[in-house]
């Protein structure tokens, strides 16, 4: 089951760079399902982490939530589609909303409206401190770093504001952020009233969530966000504290927060693939079975054409004995020599009729299908030494494979007078010593 860790340091905050054992969080713990297994206010990072280990936890998803204000809510009007071209343009779409150097800030992607691109920006020093401050923890591993005002439930068409001692946070509908002291919150609900000149006025919803602890401790705030008479304002009591709000929120997506831990920041690079410290001796491999493969291919090729001048030459050869001879090719020509080199073995110099009768016999035996060939008559002439055999088969394939068998066995064999007939083929196959 995957777990999910929500952590939010508690103000005051020190100095992540300088102190990290200093801070303090809030914390929450959620299953997969989102149901809130254990919670926490006001715990060390050790504390936290024996609570974990306790349980027998590991692998726990981290989800660190920093103030609203350290990160910048900004708007890129990009017309690129791919995410390529995207990022190269994202700097300039936003240097303008930003008060200080664009190179020194690290900017995190966010979804696509039709207003553009949600982008957050935050000084790039800073979110190197907060990634250290979130990150070598036991049991779990970073997976998210947000602005804890993005994750408030969005009001449609307004505002949701949150309580939360002397900070207040709020997000718009459009995804805007923003973080303040409560005692401002008069004046800012004064200027969602004001509406703008061109514009019709309408109201405009604003959820107000708080405990009830708070409520009672800010009426005067309260009051004062309820007065102007353009703003809806609708209370929502909290039973815990903020936090679990927030992380309520995330997990059934009513919010659209962004996730910092991007580019140079991201997470999922480094625990993507665990074949990352191999990298160097995959390479070397890859290189070498590269060079490996490019070698064997080239020894192929090499004793290819080393054996086709081989062939070539033993044909060449071969030709200057049997000028007449051009069924031979250097695919028989071994089997043809072989079987020359038996009938003259077997049969001296001069063939007589019993040897060349039982080299016919002995290639019709191993005919396929030889019972459809049948021999009429059979002639020897001893001044020419020749067999003339009148023979009938079903087809003229079947003579000319009785006459291939003979050649292969080194003999001089020809089929002459061929007559197609209805029933078959017939002709007269004559055979001599070669």
Known sequence: MSYR?????????????????????NWVLHDASGDTQARGTGDTQREIEQTLGQNALDNVLLIGLIPGDEALFCL????????????????Y?????????????????????????????????????WVSLFSDWEHVRLDAIYPDASLLPVTEGGWSVCLDG???????????????????????????????????????????????????????????????????????????????????????????PINLCQSRFSNRSDTASPFKPWKPLIAVAAVWFGIQIALEVG?????ERKASELQDRAMAIYREAFPGDRRTHAGNVRRVIEGQLRVAGSAGPDLDFITLMKYTGQ????????????????????????????????????????????????????????????????????VSGG
């Open 5 to 25: 860790l929500y952590v939010r340091p508690v103000p005051p905050l020190a100095d992540p760079a300088q102190n990290p054992e200093a801070f303090s969080y």
């Open 76 to 91: 890129a009007d990009i017309p690129a589609k791919q995410s390529r071209y995207i990022q190269q343009a994202l700097p």
């Open 93 to 129: 779409a936003v240097e303008e909303q930003i008060a200080q150097d664009i190179e020194s800030v690290h900017l995190a992607l966010g979804r696509h409206t039709d207003d553009g691109y949600r982008v957050a920006a935050i000084d790039e020093e800073r979110m190197r401190h």
């Open 166 to 256: 002397e900070i207040a946070l709020m997000v718009s509908d459009r995804g805007e952020w923003l973080s303040m002291h409560s005692v401002n919150l008069g004046m800012f609900a004064h200027t969602l009233a004001v509406p703008p000149s061109e514009e019709v006025v309408a109201e405009v919803p604003v959820t107000l969530y708080a405990t009830e602890q708070e409520f009672d401790a800010q009426q005067t705030i309260v009051s004062e966000f309820k007065a102007p008479g353009r703003l809806l304002v609708r209370r929502e009591t909290l039973e815990l504290m903020p936090l679990e709000l927030l992380a309520h929120a995330h997990h059934h997506h009513l919010s659209h």
């Open 299 to 303: 020894m192929g090729m090499y004793y």
């Open 363 to 430: 290639e019709y035996a191993e005919l396929p299908g030889g019972q459809s060939v049948t021999f009429n008559s059979v002639n020897f002439s001893r001044s020419r030494g020749e067999l003339v055999v009148d023979v009938r088969a079903e087809s003229y394939d079947r003579l000319s494979a009785l006459r291939n068998g003979l050649s292969n066995q080194g003999l001089e064999a020809q089929i002459g007078s061929v007559v197609n007939e209805s029933s078959g083929a017939r002709g007269r196959l004559t």
